[in-house]
């Protein structure tokens, strides 16, 4: 039973344009999201969070937008860099951390 | 100190081993979490200490045993492991997530690459 999904396993995006990756979830006691970002035989790094009670967290680059009512999230990455090449892991908070599927960003040069 | 430390890095196997990992955070944390990761796949919940207690157990076959000797170690003992028990091992902590009101990040180690032969 996945309670956080990633329907996008890959996403391509030119360097210098805007990044979006979309994450999903079912459990409405969700309350807490975070947005790791994963290089090949690393572990996950964190990137930034958002707490239910918000609709938009910012940091630097990037923006995590929170939508409750249709249990979605987004991680906007503007502007995209190369370096910024990995894989992105959606998380929720209830009583474990539930993580979605992952979307592999390739940005191009 | 930010870190969660993870030793060792690469750890080759047979199986008929018996083999430790280890992790180590010293950010106060009073839970800790091993993870199962497999090549583009989300992490995989193994096990969850909470005040060094075990909260959680995904039912992981017997031949991974935890052991969390104190607030700050985990340990994952492996034994008798299959070839598909290759995986990279994460560690991760945070502050326990019953009662806890703030904002909570899951604080990885840089893993441990196991291969079973």
């Known amino acids: 039973d996945q309670q956080v999904k990633q329907n996008s396993p890959s996403l391509s995006v030119q360097e210098g344009r805007i990044s979006i990756l979309n994450c999903d979830y079912t459990?409405?006691?969700?309350?807490?999201f975070l947005w790791y970002k994963k290089y090949p035989a690393e572990g996950p790094t964190f990137l930034i969070s958002?707490?239910?009670?918000?609709d938009k967290n910012e940091d630097g680059r990037f923006t995590v937008f929170l939508n409750k009512s249709a249990k979605h999230l987004s991680l906007h990455i503007v502007p995209s860099q190369p370096g910024d090449s990995a894989v992105y892991f959606c998380?929720?908070?209830?009583?474990?951390?539930?993580f979605g599927t992952g979307t592999s960003l390739t940005v191009i040069p | 100190d930010t870190e969660v430390t993870q030793t060792p890095k690469h750890l080759v196997m047979g199986m008929t081993n018996k083999k430790s990992l280890k992790c180590e955070q010293h950010?106060?944390?009073?839970?800790m979490y091993w993870y199962k990761q497999k090549a583009k796949k989300p992490p995989e919940l193994m096990f969850v200490?909470?005040?060094?207690?075990?909260?959680i157990n995904e039912s992981v076959p017997s031949r991974f045993s935890p052991e969390c000797p104190n607030s700050s170690l985990l340990n994952l003992h492996l034994h008798a492991l299959q070839p598909e028990d290759s995986a990279l091992y994460l560690c991760?902590?945070?502050?326990?997530?019953?009662?806890?009101?703030?904002?909570?990040?899951?604080?990885f180690g840089a893993g441990s690459r196991l291969t079973v032969l």
């Open positions: 991760a902590s945070s502050q326990p997530l019953a009662g806890w009101s703030g904002a909570n990040v899951l604080t």
């Open positions: 459990n409405s006691m969700f309350d807490y």
């Open positions: 950010m106060g944390h009073r839970a």
């Open positions: 200490y909470s005040y060094e207690k075990l909260s």
């Open positions: 958002i707490s239910s009670i918000k």
């Open positions: 998380a929720a908070s209830g009583n474990q951390f539930y």
